[in-house]
Structures are given as structure tokens and as C-alpha cells.
């Protein structure tokens, strides 16, 4: 009997092991790394953004043309929004998402007060973008992959809404997670993980840290075969 009950207790704590997670990360590795507070960074004001040129760099760089279709993940008030808008004409379009109602609430007055005809907003999940499929030339995460809490799931998610030769572009800090950044080796393995490529990296001032493109590699992989990374003092581990 004792055993019995020793059985049944190890199973209930295996069972309730991932309860501090959203189930419907629960098939997803964990990350192995903290995580930075959302909207903590408070990284810029656009006037000292557009000064340095930042959002043009980063656009240049993703090559954004007229009638390209991009997702902007993690919008905020929209900074890169209205200039993506902008970038891609009335034949283009812009996904405005993110996971703070309000912040969603802010930007929507904001479109509508300039206008912006080809953006349209919506509302994600901590673990999930809700991207439609075969949707994007490119999909933007700037200065918020880091508060990603569920890098796995997310990204897994992520992935059918490119377009065929669609692409992540994704600008950070090369700094700890849980200082508003993320180092670059973590960053590729997390993506490698899913099935991405990197296919780009560049340091540049304009956008103060750095600039990763990634493509998909041919079929995501399956949520049980990946892998989660783990950077321990400056070298980069999975599993």
C-alpha cells in the first residue's frame, strides 16, 4: 500500500509540475532562461529613434517595399506600425498585434487619427501570435522577443504564417533576458530549435544592438522533438 501511495503521489507531482505554465504551452519545452517584464524597457521616444534613423535602417534592411504584407508582434503604440504602413502603400498590409488591450486600444486611436487604411490590429496570446496562415513577407519582433515567456510554443506558432520566402526579422540587445535583451546565440538557437534559419545578423548604431533575419527551413519541427537551449557561462547548451 505504501508503495502504492508513494506511486501515486510522484504521478501527481509530475502531473502538476508545469501548472505555473498556460496549458497550451504545456507541450512545449520550457525555456531555460528568466524573462524581462513587459513594457519595462522603456526604450526610446520616437523622436530620438527617427533621429538616428532607426526605423528606416531596420525597413531597409528587411527590404520592405510597397505591397508587402508584415506583422507587426508586440506593437506597443505603434512606432514601427505606422511607418511599416507607410513603407507599403495602399497595396500593402499591416498586422498591428500584441497582448496588452490597452496598449491595442491606444494604437487603434492612433489609426484612426492618421488615417492608417491598410493597418488593421489583433489581439495575441502570451504563447501564441494568432497570425493567419500563408499570410506575411515578414513578421517584425523589435525589442520585445525577450518578454517572450514561451519561446517554443510562440515561434512553433509562428511559423505557417510566412509566406513562401517570408521572413522574421527581429531587433534586440545583446544582453541577459532579464535586462531587456537577449544574446545573440541564444536567439538563433531558440529559433533553430523550431525549424528557422538564420540568414542575417548585423550590429548597427541607427538601431542601437542588433538586427537577425530568419526564414523558415523547410517543415517546422514536431513539438516533441525540440529542443530547449540553455546558455551557461558563454556556452550555448540544448537539451
Same mark, same amino acid.
Not at 28 to 57: I, L, M
Not at 71 to 81: E, K, L, M, P, V
Not at 105 to 124: F, H, W, Y
Given at each position: 500500500?505504501? @508503495?502504492?501511495?508513494?506511486?501515486?503521489?510522484?504521478?501527481?507531482?509530475?502531473?502538476?509540475?508545469? %501548472?505555473?505554465?498556460?496549458?497550451?504551452?504545456?507541450?512545449?519545452?520550457?525555456?531555460?532562461?528568466? &524573462?524581462? %517584464?513587459?513594457?519595462?524597457?522603456?526604450?526610446?521616444?520616437?523622436?530620438?529613434?527617427?533621429?538616428?534613423?532607426?526605423?528606416?535602417? #531596420?525597413?531597409?534592411?528587411?527590404?520592405? #517595399?510597397?505591397?508587402?504584407? #508584415?506583422? $507587426?508582434?508586440?506593437?506597443?503604440?505603434?512606432?514601427?506600425?505606422?511607418?511599416?504602413?507607410?513603407?507599403?502603400?495602399?497595396?500593402? @498590409?499591416?498586422?498591428?498585434?500584441? /497582448?496588452?488591450?490597452?496598449?491595442?486600444?491606444?494604437?487603434?486611436?492612433?489609426?484612426?487619427?492618421?488615417?492608417?487604411?491598410? &493597418?488593421?490590429?489583433?489581439?495575441?496570446?502570451? $504563447?501564441?501570435?494568432?497570425?493567419?496562415?500563408?499570410?506575411?513577407?515578414?513578421?517584425?519582433?523589435?525589442?520585445?522577443?525577450?518578454?517572450?515567456?514561451?519561446?517554443?510554443?510562440?515561434?512553433?506558432?509562428?511559423?505557417?504564417?510566412?509566406?513562401?520566402?517570408?521572413?522574421?526579422? &527581429?531587433?534586440?540587445?545583446?544582453?541577459? %533576458? $532579464?535586462?531587456?535583451? /537577449?544574446?545573440?546565440?541564444?536567439?538563433?538557437?531558440?529559433?533553430?530549435?523550431?525549424?528557422?534559419?538564420?540568414?542575417?545578423?548585423?550590429?548597427?548604431?541607427?538601431?542601437?544592438?542588433?538586427?537577425?533575419?530568419?526564414?523558415?527551413?523547410?517543415?517546422?519541427?514536431?513539438?516533441?522533438? /525540440?529542443?530547449?537551449?540553455?546558455?551557461?557561462?558563454?556556452?550555448?547548451?540544448?537539451?
Amino acid at each position: 500500500m505504501r @508503495r502504492l501511495a508513494l506511486l501515486a503521489a510522484l504521478a501527481l507531482l509530475a502531473g502538476c509540475k508545469d %501548472t505555473d505554465r498556460a496549458p497550451t504551452a504545456r507541450e512545449f519545452p520550457k525555456a531555460h532562461r528568466p &524573462v524581462s %517584464t513587459a513594457g519595462g524597457n522603456g526604450f526610446s521616444t520616437e523622436e530620438a529613434r527617427d533621429n538616428r534613423n532607426e526605423a528606416n535602417t #531596420v525597413m531597409d534592411l528587411a527590404r520592405i #517595399v510597397p505591397g508587402n504584407t #508584415v506583422a $507587426d508582434i508586440g506593437a506597443g503604440d505603434g512606432y514601427y506600425t505606422v511607418r511599416l504602413a507607410e513603407r507599403v502603400g495602399a497595396k500593402g @498590409r499591416v498586422l498591428a498585434e500584441d /497582448i496588452d488591450r490597452n496598449a491595442l486600444k491606444g494604437l487603434g486611436a492612433r489609426i484612426e487619427r492618421e488615417q492608417l487604411n491598410n &493597418v488593421s490590429i489583433r489581439l495575441g496570446q502570451p $504563447d501564441d501570435p494568432r497570425l493567419p496562415a500563408n499570410s506575411f513577407d515578414r513578421v517584425f519582433m523589435v525589442h520585445m522577443y525577450h518578454e517572450v515567456a514561451e519561446p517554443y510554443a510562440f515561434l512553433w506558432r509562428m511559423y505557417p504564417a510566412l509566406k513562401k520566402g517570408g521572413q522574421v526579422i &527581429v531587433v534586440d540587445v545583446d544582453r541577459p %533576458t $532579464d535586462q531587456h535583451g /537577449i544574446p545573440p546565440l541564444l536567439l538563433q538557437c531558440e529559433f533553430e530549435a523550431v525549424g528557422f534559419r538564420l540568414v542575417e545578423f548585423v550590429r548597427k548604431p541607427e538601431i542601437a544592438g542588433y538586427y537577425a533575419q530568419f526564414e523558415a527551413n523547410g517543415p517546422r519541427r514536431p513539438s516533441n522533438a /525540440i529542443l530547449p537551449c540553455r546558455l551557461a557561462k558563454g556556452e550555448l547548451m540544448t537539451g
